[in-house]
């Protein structure tokens, strides 16, 4: 499994943005995906998590109600839609994926496939 993870970048604090998560065919509708994100000297926090089928998806509280998970089966590709952004959103974002029996989980040891991560920094 590979994963290319893009559309970082710098924003202001209300702004938005979208991260994408090129991956290996028939990743996405095979495993279930996520997003991670670590900010300078924190440790690695849980974003999302989309199950495999597509079906559930969920959210830290932090996000919640302001990031949301998706998936295009044909171009294989997940994505992170981040709107109403905080600078304490301001990570590197990294895009995961797990056994596709993993319903759902916050903790970044149970997700075995890790993309490269892609730089979010809002401004305020």
């Known amino acids: 499994v590979q994963l290319q993870a893009s559309g970082g970048g710098l924003v202001q604090a209300g702004g938005s943005l979208r991260l994408s998560c090129a991956a290996s065919?028939?990743?996405?509708?095979?495993?279930?995906m996520g997003w991670f994100r670590q900010a300078p000297g924190k440790e690695r926090e849980f974003v999302a998590h989309l199950s495999w089928s597509g079906g559930s998806t969920y959210y830290s509280d932090s996000v919640k109600g302001r990031f949301t998970i998706s998936r295009d089966n044909a171009k294989s590709t997940v994505y992170l839609q981040m709107n109403s952004l905080k600078p304490e959103d301001t990570a590197v974002y990294y895009c995961v994926a797990s056994d596709p029996m993993l319903e759902y989980s916050t903790d970044f040891r149970d997700y075995e496939y890790w993309g490269q991560g892609t730089l979010v920094t809002v401004s305020s």
């Open positions: 065919e028939h990743t996405v509708n095979s495993y279930a």
